[in-house]
């Protein structure tokens, strides 16, 4: 069994507050704790929140999931909290503008999958799933009233992108206070010794939780603050569901292969870290050798693909996923064998194809990508946007970006 000093020196891994002597206070803190559950002979509670604004989750949720199972192999309780309450709202804390509100069912049809996602890196049998509109959605006016007592507007205007959005006349809505207010609630009603977040929950965790808890009369929980985020397939900006630089954990193996693929060289150390797991001497010396040319970008890049499918897929659904990315671009025609076949029964549309197969979201996105050339019917560049398929056309090979083709086909 792992000492106490050996899990802080675990568990505290990879977080990072801005201020050296935060990082000392919270292992500090993390320290007694784990003395005080070891002589109450109880687990540290631990949860992590994650808002269902969206259907899946991706690779950047992975890195605090991981953290979560850190705990759950040293034998703490932990919680993976689905915020069906908190996503009406939207977290503010990145944001130059206020996000859109969502109903109750959008939620609700996006939180349907989410604890099968979070499966793939916490063990099923040792992981609480819970919802936050559990004792959020029961709190009443006066509720609030006294919770928000506990907080100045001065605390939540210091805060950076609150006081950008002042200095560029732009609004921030009252509502947009109450989302601190409600994660700080949800620690509260856990009676969390530890929550667990990425660095833009740097306010809703470290102040706004730990002063609530603190103020209705329970310690105040531990923060492990990630230090690092996963950069989206762009290499650079964090990865996200909004900016469509994002791969889903829900991703078909081609599909979640091709766009690990399609990152830019510099982002192979950090995905290997935090990802893969690798020990910071680990990817120093990866990159010393691509730098010095004893390895080479593509073929790193293909293991690294390979691994990150293996992970969330499978084995078997990784090979297949190589076999088939060096069919398509090592050599062949480029058009994998094992396509999808659809069926076009009258004259239509290309645009209109692409959005009924779902291989564009919209139309807007469809004329996007026949603008930039996007598009392809038998290897030829689609250059209209009124660009017809009829039945006396096919069978023919429809192809979206370098990953995404279907065969149509005639109707019988």
Not at 3 to 28: C, F, H
Not at 180 to 206: K, R, S
Not at 248 to 268: F, H, I, N, T
Not at 340 to 347: I, L, M, P, Y
């Amino acid at each position: 069994m792992a000492t106490i000093e050996e899990q802080v020196e675990v568990l505290m891994s990879g977080a990072a507050y801005g201020d050296p002597a935060i990082r000392d206070n919270m292992a500090k803190d993390l320290r007694e704790r784990l003395l005080e559950c070891q002589a109450e002979g109880r687990p540290l509670r631990v949860y992590c929140g994650y808002d269902p604004r969206t259907s899946d989750l991706h690779l950047g949720h992975t890195i605090t999931m991981r953290k979560l199972r850190q705990f759950q192999d040293f034998g703490h309780d932990v919680t993976f909290l689905i915020g069906t309450f908190t996503s009406l709202i939207g977290d503010p804390s990145d944001k130059d503008s206020a996000r859109d509100q969502l109903t109750m069912q959008n939620v609700e049809d996006n939180a349907r999958t989410y604890a099968e996602q979070a499966f793939k890196i916490l063990d099923r049998d040792l992981t609480r799933v819970r919802r936050n509109d559990e004792w959020l959605a029961t709190l009443d006016f006066a509720d609030i009233i006294r919770l928000a007592s506990h907080f100045t507007v001065q605390q939540f205007l210091v805060r950076e992108n609150f006081a950008r959005r002042i200095d560029e006349g732009k609004a921030i809505f009252l509502h947009e206070f109450f989302y601190a207010l409600m994660q700080a609630y949800d620690a509260v009603a856990q009676e969390a010794d530890v929550q667990v977040g990425g660095q833009d929950q740097l306010f809703n965790i470290l102040v706004a939780g730990r002063k609530l808890q603190t103020g209705l009369g329970q310690k105040p929980q531990i923060a492990v603050i990630m230090g690092e985020s996963l950069p989206g397939t762009d290499g650079d900006v964090k990865m996200s569901k909004s900016l469509g630089n994002h791969i889903p954990l829900l991703s078909e193996p081609w599909d979640m292969y091709g766009k690990v693929m399609s990152l830019p060289d510099k982002a192979m150390g950090i995905y290997h870290k935090l990802i893969l797991g690798w020990r910071t001497a680990q990817v120093e010396d990866l990159e010393r050798r691509l730098r010095s040319g004893d390895l080479h970008p593509n073929e790193t890049k293909m293991n690294l693909a390979g691994e990150i499918v293996s992970i969330f897929h499978g084995k078997a659904d990784a090979q297949a996923a190589q076999s088939r990315w060096n069919e398509v671009f090592r050599g062949g025609s480029g058009i994998p064998h094992d396509i999808d076949e659809a069926v076009v029964a009258a004259t239509e549309e290309i645009r209109d194809i692409l959005v009924r197969l779902r291989m564009v979201g919209s139309r807007g996105e469809a004329r996007r990508l026949i603008q930039q050339n996007g598009v392809r019917l038998n290897e030829e560049k689609v250059d209209s946007l009124q660009a017809v398929v009829s039945p006396e056309m096919l069978p023919a090979i429809l192809q979206v970006g370098k990953r995404q083709f279907v065969r149509l086909v005639k109707a019988e």
